[in-house]
């Protein structure tokens, strides 16, 4: 019995320190150090061995200012049996705070002494001298260390060390050398030198790597320097200086994957460098020895002649795809083609028949459940495009209970409710999208959010639902790759149902249509329309994002496109366009971006 009650006495104690830990903690982090002291102190005085409690009193008695209690919890900490040596800096900088330099340095320095006695207290002392920015007690305790015990290696410590100095070349040096002598990888290295550098190619700090690390490729030729150089490039988006070396990477090692060359390529693409993104996957094209990697870099410059095509050029495009047809046939190896050829014909040659017939054979093949609802998810969009609603919702449904938890099966579901919106089923639609807003894929959430808030809003004021079916129609003709009649469609949107909830939908999307047809001014009136008289409705967010991507990318008014960047960082924190406006003022405004 008595062994009984001491376990539920243990068990209670337990629980009563773990409560206190956890109410000291919460207080600590949200800075009411008061009430976190009174807790501190209880723990301290129940656990004295544990010297991160310790160490929170400390900070807790030096944000109140209260120098004199922390000095003497440190002097009994420093005069017990089990002196923990980062004591002696933590009196120092206590002394620090009151000014007392004098009093700081001599506990500075008989930390540093403790490293002679025993070298592996060397890193922590040098990462506690870190934490207070004494960054010259923290190079010399990490030298100290490494003098005394050969087997010890501080200098990826001291590196960051010099970087946060201001000694960036020496640095770079301290990295590089890591590298070359196998005790860092340079992902490590990537992921420290970062922070100090941005997309400036005449940045001081860009420069001074690209120096260093060209002198080292002369003298000591590896292809880990041509690494670093095509990382570099890339930062400074000069793609094509990125492409130099990676070809020469290829060259001296055939046995690396074309992977690189690839990525490069796609990041090309994306960043609209179209010239380097061709020239990548034509290299590849003919160098690559796998026939997947053949056809996929194919296809990808098909994608980037389309970028620029117009009605005259299609004939060739076609030509082109049919070769690849020739080539590899229709079969599972070659489903990447198929379903590219199968788009290309029903959204840009307006022949979906022929594209039908195509992917109703690919389903033929035999193929896993991924590969048959990838098939199947085109022939739905395709089949939506030639107006066979029901039989495109057929495959979508097929898709959503074959990966009902995939993202693939939740863009499915999607699908149905956007199919069902073009037909005017809005019932349908909206049972659908009330399941999508909870989606893993934020993406597919914040689209089903606002589809959804579109029907139900423009429903609840218009019973008849009229102003809504034409913006479905002119959603639809959009869908249909018919800008002009879809502009045209929210036009009369915005004439007949001026004043209407509908309208600031219909300027948003007419907008975007406008921005295909590289009519910029025109969107720009739209996008200022709803930020001027609908600040406060739900499209605020995406009418000031759209508007800062068209100063950037188009009209190049970098500073009007800052100041939009900047409401939303500031007034629409929990929009979906947040961390992309966040990071693309950070790059207008030239910070470094990891």
């Excluded at 620090?96 to 002679?116: E, P, R």
Aim: charged share 25%; aromatic share 12%; hydrophobic share 40%.
């Amino acid at each position: 019995m008595r062994i009984f009650l001491f376990i539920i006495a243990l068990c209670c104690a337990q629980t009563l320190v773990s409560q206190e830990d956890f109410l000291a903690k919460q207080y600590f982090n949200e800075g009411d150090f008061e009430k976190a002291v009174v807790f501190y102190e209880k723990l301290v005085l129940k656990n004295p061995r544990r010297t991160d409690y310790t160490d929170n009193l400390v900070a807790c008695y030096q944000q109140l200012e209260e120098y004199s209690k922390a000095e003497s919890l440190l002097l009994k900490n420093i005069n017990s049996e089990r002196t923990v040596p980062t004591m002696f800096i933590e009196l120092g900088y206590n002394y620090t705070l009151q000014g007392q330099a004098v009093k700081a340095t001599q506990y500075y320095k008989t930390a540093l002494d403790v490293i002679d006695k025993n070298p592996n207290y060397g890193f922590g002392i040098g990462q506690r001298f870190q934490k207070y920015a004494l960054l010259d007690y923290a190079l010399e305790a990490y030298a100290r260390a490494m003098a005394l015990n050969e087997k010890i290696d501080y200098n990826f410590q001291m590196a960051r060390i010099y970087g946060e100095q201001g000694n960036i070349e020496k640095m770079y040096e301290s990295y590089l050398t890591l590298i070359s002598e196998g005790r860092t990888s340079p992902s490590n290295v990537l992921r420290n030198i970062s922070d100090f550098i941005n997309s400036d190619p005449e940045n001081p700090n860009n420069l001074k790597l690209k120096r260093i690390l060209l002198q080292r490729a002369q003298k000591s030729p590896d292809i880990v320097w041509n690494q670093l150089l095509s990382w570099l490039f890339i930062q400074q988006k000069q793609y094509k200086s990125a492409l130099v070396q990676e070809k020469a990477i290829y060259k001296r090692d055939e046995a690396i994957s074309l992977q690189r060359l690839q990525s490069l390529g796609d990041l090309a693409l994306e960043e609209n460098d179209t010239a380097v993104a061709e020239e990548v996957f034509k290299y590849v094209t003919e160098n690559a020895w796998d026939a997947q990697e053949v056809l996929n870099a194919q296809l990808k410059r098909i994608e980037i002649t389309l970028l620029t095509a117009d009605d005259k050029d299609l004939p060739e495009v076609k030509k082109r795809f049919e070769n690849l047809l020739e080539t590899y046939g229709n079969q599972r190896e070659s489903l990447s083609l198929q379903l590219a050829y199968a788009k290309f014909l029903t959204f840009k040659t307006d022949s979906p028949a022929p594209a039908i017939g195509l992917l109703t054979q690919s389903l033929e093949l035999p193929l896993n459940k991924y590969e048959k609802s990838y098939v199947k998810n085109t022939l739905g969009d395709i089949l939506v495009y030639d107006q066979k609603f029901n039989q495109a919702l057929i495959y979508f449904s097929q898709i959503q209970k074959d990966l009902k938890n995939d993202v693939l099966g939740q863009e499915a579901r999607f699908k149905v409710a956007q199919t069902s919106f073009y037909k005017g089923d809005f019932d349908w639609a909206l049972t659908q999208l009330k399941v999508l807003r909870a989606s893993t894929s934020q993406l597919i959430a914040n689209d089903a959010m606002q589809l959804s808030l579109l029907i139900s809003d423009n429903s609840f004021e218009d019973s008849t639902q009229v102003a809504l079916k034409k913006y479905a129609r002119a959603d639809f003709l959009a869908y249909q790759n018919k800008t002009v009649e879809a502009i045209d469609k929210l036009q009369e949107i915005l004439t007949q149902h001026k004043g209407e909830k509908i309208e600031d939908e219909a300027l948003l999307r007419q907008g975007q249509l406008l921005i295909t047809l590289k009519e910029y001014e025109k969107a720009e009136f739209n996008f200022q329309k709803i930020v001027a008289f609908y600040a406060n409705g739900i499209l605020a967010d995406e009418a000031n994002f759209e508007l800062a991507e068209l100063y950037r990318k188009h009209l190049n008014e970098p500073d009007k496109a800052k100041a939009h960047y900047e409401k939303i960082i500031y007034n629409y924190q929990d929009s979906y366009y947040f961390p992309q406006a966040r990071k693309n003022y950070r790059m207008l405004r030239g910070d470094a971006l990891n």
